[in-house]
């Protein structure tokens, strides 16, 4: 059984498809069906069922698939150690962020993790701050950004406190508060609200706080990203709660302070096993504290502190 073998039943795997993962993974189709072949025969199983329409895992497949990944995943960081070991940081950096991160200018990290260090794959993943810290947790991130409700903590991570934010109202700029220079929650309860779903953390933070204050309100419209929350402000079709750090990148819409608004917390996270060499050398980056991997110190000597 090689590796080889094994990239190519995650690459049809994922694709659904032996032609997609042969240009997947830059080798003639039928190389890739010989290959196959060879390890079903070796496994005494077959791996997939193939039909002119479609390809999908047989029970023995489905079986084998999260092995060939965590075998994967091993060979990469084994050679991702030896690399770092010898002063050169390579591999996989999986970093995972909600949409209204603002505590840390996450492209200008990347920028300059990517220029000391060159041969390192970035991957990003955007998502609720929930799922990030699952993913975490799972290995299936190196690093996440979050942000939470003063009441919660991720669990099951390692984390450090970036920042405190407090919400603003963000309303068309023809609404009636448009004019006003601050608001009340009490005023605002009696709004029609623009929100992400019940039960998420960017949620959380805001039906806390109105819950407080004795107040209930009416949330019309979940969507599920901040952007597309502001799109519906724009129609007027409600009223919106965001990150007043994150509302200037917003144009069309007016913003107004909240006298008794919600705070949020960002976090950045990372998995309580050792850092991958990747994962290490981007918070150092950044300028977090953690339990160093074998990470040789950037070229240049430099640090970008998180702003």
Same mark, same amino acid.
């Given at each position: 059984m090689e590796l080889q073998q094994?990239?190519?039943? &995650?690459?049809?795997? !994922?694709?659904? @498809?032996?032609? *997609?993962?042969?240009?997947?993974? #830059?080798?003639?189709? @039928?190389?890739?069906?010989?290959?196959?072949? *060879?390890?079903?025969?070796?496994?005494?199983?077959?791996?997939?069922e193939r039909t002119s329409r479609r390809v999908r895992l047989t029970p023995a497949g489905t079986a084998f698939l999260p092995a060939a990944r965590q075998c994967l995943d091993a060979a990469e960081l084994a050679a991702a150690?030896?690399?770092?070991? &010898?002063? !050169? /940081?390579?591999?996989?950096?999986?970093?995972?962020?909600? =949409?209204?991160?603002?505590?840390?200018?996450?492209?200008?990290?990347?920028?300059? #993790?990517?220029? *000391?260090? =060159?041969?390192?794959?970035?991957?990003?993943? &955007?998502?609720a701050s929930d799922n990030l810290v699952e993913q975490v947790r799972e290995g299936n991130l190196e690093v996440a950004f979050l942000g939470l409700p003063t009441t919660a903590r991720p669990q099951g991570v390692n984390s450090r406190e970036l920042a405190r934010d407090r919400l603003v109202a963000v /309303?068309? =700029?023809?609404?009636?508060?448009a004019e006003e220079s601050s608001v009340s929650l009490h005023r605002l309860s009696t709004e029609v609200f623009v929100d992400l779903p019940a039960g998420t953390a960017g949620r959380i933070q805001s039906d806390q706080a109105f819950s407080a204050a004795g107040l209930s309100r009416d949330v019309t419209f979940e969507v599920t990203s901040a952007d597309y929350?502001?799109?519906?402000?724009?129609?007027? #079709?409600g009223v919106a709660l965001l990150p007043s750090t994150y509302v200037p990148q917003l144009?069309?819409?007016?913003?107004?302070?909240v006298t008794d608004a919600p705070t949020r917390v960002e976090h950045v996270i990372w998995s309580r096993a050792?850092?991958?060499?990747?994962?290490?050398?981007f918070l150092t980056?950044?300028?977090? =504290?953690? &339990?160093? @991997?074998?990470?040789?110190?950037?070229?240049d000597g430099g640090r970008t502190p998180v702003e």
């Open positions: 094994m990239r190519y039943v &995650v690459a049809i795997a !994922e694709t659904n @498809s032996f032609t *997609r993962a042969a240009e997947r993974c #830059l080798v003639a189709q @039928s190389a890739l069906s010989h290959q196959i072949a *060879r390890l079903e025969r070796e496994l005494g199983a077959k791996l997939f150690n030896a690399a770092a070991a &010898v002063g !050169e /940081v390579r591999g996989r950096l999986a970093v995972g962020l909600i =949409p209204t991160v603002a505590a840390v200018d996450i492209p200008g990290a990347l920028r300059d #993790l990517r220029r *000391r260090y =060159p041969h390192v794959r970035i991957g990003l993943c &955007v998502g /309303v068309a =700029p023809d609404h009636l508060l929350m502001a799109r519906l402000v724009v129609e007027g #079709l144009s069309g819409v007016t913003t107004i302070e050792a850092c991958t060499p990747a994962a290490s050398a980056v950044l300028g977090i =504290p953690h &339990v160093q @991997s074998r990470t040789p110190a950037p070229r």
